[in-house]
């Protein structure tokens, strides 16, 4: 998203995306997940909040009266993309560990 990547720094324009930067967007990512993570001081909704949005997951946990990412996605208040990536990225995790 242009306007979270000018948040952490990039310049998103099309003469010179640093989003396509490895070591840059890299970074950025970091400090985004690090600041999701302050924000919903779980990881799980970092990870929901990094590929759905903030104000997403924001209102999920409103309208779930829930700050259990299972709970939300058994609820069905996530988008399916969001329901189906932090599953994966818990289980390439669980990969990179063995």
Do not use: C, I
């Amino acid at each position: 998203m242009p306007a979270t990547a000018a948040r952490y720094g990039l310049r998103p324009d099309a003469r010179d995306d640093e989003r396509k930067n490895f070591e840059k967007s890299t970074l950025a990512a970091a400090h985004y997940l690090a600041d999701l993570h302050q924000r919903f001081r779980e990881w799980l909704l970092a990870l929901a909040a990094y590929n759905a949005g903030e104000e997403r997951v924001q209102d999920a946990v409103k309208r779930g009266s829930s700050r259990d990412f299972w709970a939300l996605r058994r609820l069905g208040l996530l988008p399916q993309e969001t329901q189906d990536y932090v599953p994966k990225v818990l289980g390439a995790l669980q990969v990179w560990k063995e």
